[in-house]
């Protein structure tokens, strides 16, 4: 600091606007010389164009992040974004230890992104189905029933199951399809295992809601699931019935655009779930690999799919 050369400064300027750099400087801190002359030669430029423009000299006018912001701009706007960017970070540091949290709010802890829900085993599957067949009461079980084929079945979300109706059920060749409103319709096949669910749900629809179709009820399955008697394991958890369905359409390798349109997500958010699939076997990874653009793949169960490479 001591050795910060002003001999690009007039003067004047630099006996109204020295000492105040130097208290400025010394309250960030600087960490060694390398550190301090850069926090000089910033804090100067600062200083001098604020001496410049007619601004007060006080650390609350000059060291305000509207004040840096209008600075940044005007000295070094024809620079590179990241010039710019690094330049304020610094001028930051000075002012965050002048005027403190009042106007330097501390930054709010990061947290790191949560790890999806785990799908459901198929052990669990099984469990969840009989228990469900044990509930005690006709409301619960066809409650309960309900979710399963559209969150096993057909991946719906929570408002989504809420919001179903029997009219939003189709039946074609390959059995039955929901049809999800929105911007863009989707159009979701029911996976044949859970088929019988939703035509459970259907028949005690009485013709509306899929999902406690009763008069006057509230529509709100996540109050639905915390009132129902717990099992021991595995738990009724929408959110975990719509990732078993994603991870099980991707361990049957279905194209990625293909399931995101159905799921009503991007390819890239599926990625999220590329840990909770299956693993391939070494031979059964190296046949998929060989696939030539637009042959037909062979899967476990016996369907097959075109894969397209794009």
Avoid at 3 to 16: L, S, T, Y
Avoid at 42 to 66: K, N, S
Avoid at 160 to 170: F, S
Wanted: overall charge positive; proline content about 8%; glycine content about 8%.
């Amino acid at each position: 600091m001591a050795r910060f050369n002003p001999n690009a400064i007039p003067p004047q300027v630099w006996a109204a606007v020295g000492p105040l750099v130097r208290d400025a400087v010394a309250k960030a801190n600087p960490v060694d010389g390398r550190d301090a002359t850069e926090l000089m030669s910033r804090t100067a430029a600062l200083l001098v164009w604020c001496h410049g423009q007619g601004l007060e000299l006080r650390p609350e006018v000059m060291f305000h992040p509207d004040t840096l912001d209008r600075f940044i701009a005007a000295a070094y706007g024809h620079l590179a974004s990241g010039t710019g960017t690094n330049y304020r970070r610094v001028l930051r540091r000075v002012g965050r230890a002048i005027l403190g949290p009042p106007i330097y709010p501390p930054r709010p802890f990061s947290l790191p992104k949560s790890a999806p829900d785990q799908p459901y085993s198929r052990d669990d599957e099984r469990a969840l189905r009989g228990w469900v067949r044990g509930l005690s009461t006709p409301r619960l079980r066809e409650g309960a029933i309900a979710l399963l084929g559209l969150g096993l079945g057909a991946g719906l979300r929570s408002k989504e199951i809420d919001a179903a109706e029997t009219a939003c059920v189709e039946e074609d060749g390959s059995g039955l399809v929901v049809i999800v409103p929105g911007s863009p319709q989707r159009r979701v096949p029911v996976l044949a295992r859970w088929k019988w669910a939703l035509r459970h749900a259907i028949e005690h629809s009485q013709g509306g809601l899929l999902f406690r179709p009763s008069p006057g009820r509230r529509k709100r399955v996540s109050v639905f699931t915390e009132n129902l008697p717990r099992a021991n394991d595995p738990k009724l958890s929408v959110q975990r019935l719509r990732v078993t369905w994603i991870v099980r359409h991707l361990d049957a390798r279905v194209p990625l655009h293909v399931l995101a349109g159905a799921a009503g997500v991007t390819a890239e958010q599926l990625s999220l779930y590329a840990g909770c699939m299956a693993d391939v076997p070494a031979a059964e990874a190296d046949r998929l690999l060989a696939v030539s653009k637009g042959e037909s793949v062979e899967h476990p169960n016996g369907c097959a799919w075109q894969l397209v490479l794009r």
